[in-house]
């Protein structure tokens, strides 16, 4: 079985741009042209993007290097620890909706710190597989269509991850722990 899937993912690719090329030969679309027109078009949507991401990317930053991070976890920690949150992975929870190479990052670091089969391990790579990077998605989204008023889009992403943290405390206290 794993041949076989290692296979498809091998050829997914180049039979599904094959089965595109082949298509629009039949329909006698001017596949070249049409590729160029839609890089032209992809080109312009990352300039309209890149003020967004600049912003995002800097406020990270700023985020992370002030301190904020760590007096943020500070202050939910008693609430954490109720929970059974382990403080090891609150940073990973708090970084998930920011940032994705920030919070793959943070994962990758508890789980050669704690090891995959732990319980920190457990509920770090579960709760990056519950939850979005909800601002990096908004800003991209949003930017790309010129979307100013994205307030409750924002509160409604950010409570869907907070279920998301729950539900994966839940399923790795509840089947692994």
């Given at each position: 079985m794993t041949v076989i899937i290692q296979t498809l993912s091998r050829w997914a690719i180049p039979l599904l741009l094959l089965g595109i090329t082949t298509w629009g030969i039949s329909y006698r679309v001017p596949i070249y042209e049409s590729f160029v027109e839609g890089a032209k078009e992809g080109w312009q949507t990352s300039l309209r993007l890149l003020p967004y991401l600049v912003g995002m990317l800097v406020s990270i930053q700023v985020f992370q290097h002030t301190g904020a991070l760590q007096r943020l976890i500070m202050v939910l920690s008693p609430l954490t620890d109720w929970l059974g949150f382990p403080k090891e992975v609150l940073p990973l929870a708090l970084m998930r909706p920011i940032s994705g190479s920030g919070s793959l990052a943070l994962l990758t670091q508890v789980?050669?710190?704690?090891?995959?089969?732990?319980?920190?391990?457990?509920?770090?790579?579960?709760?990056?597989g519950s939850t979005e990077t909800t601002l990096y998605v908004l800003t991209v989204y949003a930017g790309s269509i010129g979307l100013k008023k994205t307030k409750h889009t924002l509160i409604t992403s950010l409570i869907a991850d907070f279920a998301g943290f729950l539900a994966s405390l839940y399923v790795v206290l509840r089947f692994f722990a």
């Open positions: 789980l050669e710190t704690y090891g995959p089969d732990s319980f920190p391990g457990r509920l770090a790579a579960t709760l990056m």
